[in-house]
Nanobody
Framework: QVQLVESGGGLVQAGGSLRLSCAAS????????MGWFRQAPGKEREFVGS????????DYADSVKGRFTISRDNAKNTVYLQMNSLKPEDTAVYYC???????????WGQGTQVTVSS
């Protein structure tokens, strides 16, 4: 079973940047697509983006396209979410997750809070 731990969240002003990390332990994640999700207060969790096992292919929600970048370092069992030009509406708890069989995300981290002030 893989354990995922996010870090790097915090408070930032609008227009600023943050980089989130998601470290995996236990069973490695190098062969899996990894995703980032977020959940704002009172809202459902939403997809932010994903990266395939090699890092060669990424996918992003329209709301973050051009501002957020996902990367991974399989040697370090870590996936990253670089967030630039942050907006107050990006405020949420951010989660990383591993996509398993059936294209479902079946392993989740505990989340890290990102707050963007206006």
């Amino acid at each position: 079973q893989v354990q995922l731990v996010e870090s790097g969240g915090g408070l930032v002003q609008a227009g600023g940047s943050l980089r989130l990390s998601c470290a995996a332990s236990g069973r490695t994640f190098s062969g899996y697509t990894m995703g980032w999700f977020r959940q704002a207060p009172g809202k459902e969790r939403e997809f932010v983006g994903s990266i395939n096992w090699s890092g060669a292919s990424t996918d992003y929600a329209d709301s973050v396209k051009g501002r957020f970048t996902i990367s991974r370092d399989n040697a370090k069992n870590t996936v990253y979410l670089q967030m630039n030009s942050l907006k107050p509406e990006d405020t949420a708890v951010y989660y990383c997750a591993r996509r398993g069989l059936g294209n479902t995300y079946n392993a989740w981290g505990q989340g890290t809070q990102v707050t963007v002030s206006s």
